[in-house]
């Protein structure tokens, strides 16, 4: 079974939705999903919520999460609410 790599830019306006979208359309043949989150500067609750819930679908399905990007004070707030143990994170 050959394993799948599928990239994709986050847009600081778009996280939530684009996050949404993500886990809809996560498939078990995805080995890894890489986002990069360069262009985000803050996460607000709904942003947490969603990033709950793309980690969750993704361990059902066995997909690995990168979070390429991601700004120290984004990466403080997942810290903080232990969200980092559930992705893998890329500079």
Do not use: N
Not at 22 to 33: I, N, P, R, Y
Request: hydrophobic share 45%; charged share 30%; net charge neutral.
């Amino acid at each position: 079974m050959s394993t799948t790599q599928v990239f994709l830019d986050i847009e600081e306006k778009r996280v939530v939705a684009t996050l949404q979208e993500v886990a809809e359309g996560l498939d078990e043949s995805q080995g890894e999903t890489v986002l990069d989150f360069s262009s985000v500067r803050r996460i607000d609750s709904k942003t947490l919520q969603a990033l709950e819930d793309l980690a969750r679908v993704a361990d059902q399905k066995g997909v690995k999460i990168v979070l390429r990007g991601v700004k120290v004070d984004v990466y403080k707030v997942l810290k903080l609410v232990k969200l980092t143990q559930r992705f893998f994170f890329a500079h």
